[in-house]
């Protein structure tokens, strides 16, 4: 029965304990068959990426862990000619440290730069999903194992169908048909805080629209005066703020192809 992996991005802090954890299983240390030494430096099986959106005050931060998707139609499989790639009856998918030859074709196959090349071995290498600690009833991923909130979560596929349906993967154009499932990754946000330059105090409740495709999201500013559209999908946005006794506000081809802080705009009173 096949294994997946299972990400809850809402759920990490970006403690980089799985990528740690990784390292201290398999650093030095001789798994093979399942997979020789990794190198102290340079490979990270298991590896967690910042990514900050927008400019103070307006920021928010998240934590996306990469590791190998172990994919249903494996393209570092189908690229080496070696046999040195291949996919176990629980879906894990191994590179044969004694099989391999060196010749990178897999990585440079790889969309998800999830395989490293290991010059003093000769060999490449990547995520085996502690498939020795699987086999041998001693535990889980380490990386799911060392992971404080939760987050990453491991198992079959058939059990975790709750978290995977309405989940997305990586980079599904290329067909790959991953088995790593990310749920909760923000979209884009559009945000800022409304004022009035006169009276010098924010202004609270304003209608505030954003439109794209004929589609329109709406909030209202907060207590603080300000106001977020959240999860937005990429794209430019027409902003348009309306509050009662003030003029509108517009902000046309507002570009949320990353995160947008508008910043702290003013409203005149109407005359």
């Known amino acids: ?25 398999h650093v030095y ?49 189908a690229a080496c000619e070696y046999g040195a790639i291949y996919r176990r009856e629980d879906g894990l998918v ?22 490293y090349f290991n010059e003093e071995r000769n060999i490449c290498q990547k995520c085996t999903g502690c498939a ?3 086999d041998h009833n001693v535990g ?5 194992d060392a992971c404080p909130t939760d987050a990453l979560q491991f198992g079959e596929e058939e059990e ?19 088995r790593v499932y990310y749920r909760n990754i923000p979209g884009r946000f559009i945000a800022g805080t409304l004022y009035d330059p006169v009276e010098k105090e924010v202004i609270i409740g304003a209608r505030c629209r954003a439109t794209i495709g004929g589609k329109t999201y709406e909030v ?6 300000d106001f977020w ?5 990429p794209g430019i946005y027409e902003v348009v703020i309306e509050a009662p006794g003030y003029e509108y506000k517009t902000f046309e081809k507002v570009d949320a192809r990353e995160d947008v802080n508008l910043g702290d705009i003013p409203l005149e009173r109407k005359k």
């Open 220 to 225: 209202r500013s907060d207590e603080f005066g």
């Open 229 to 233: 559209f959240n999860d937005l999908a």
């Open 140 to 144: 889980i991923p380490r990386c799911v």
């Open 1 to 25: 029965m096949a294994k997946v992996f299972c990400i809850d991005v809402s759920k990490c802090n970006g403690c980089h304990n799985c990528q740690l954890a990784c390292k201290d299983e």
């Open 160 to 178: 975790m169908q709750d978290f995977i349906i309405g989940a997305a993967v990586r980079e599904p154009e290329t067909g790959n048909r991953p």
């Open 29 to 77: 240390n001789d798994w093979t068959p399942y997979a020789a030494p990794q190198t102290e430096i340079g490979q990270f099986w298991c590896k967690v990426t910042e990514h900050v959106g927008g400019t103070v005050p307006k920021v928010r931060i998240h934590y996306i862990t990469h590791l190998c998707n172990h994919c249903r139609n494996a393209s570092c499989m």
């Open 94 to 115: 191994l590179i044969d440290p004694e099989k391999c030859t060196g010749c990178r074709a897999c990585q440079e196959a790889c969309p998800y730069d999830a395989i």
């Open 132 to 134: 020795h600690l699987l």
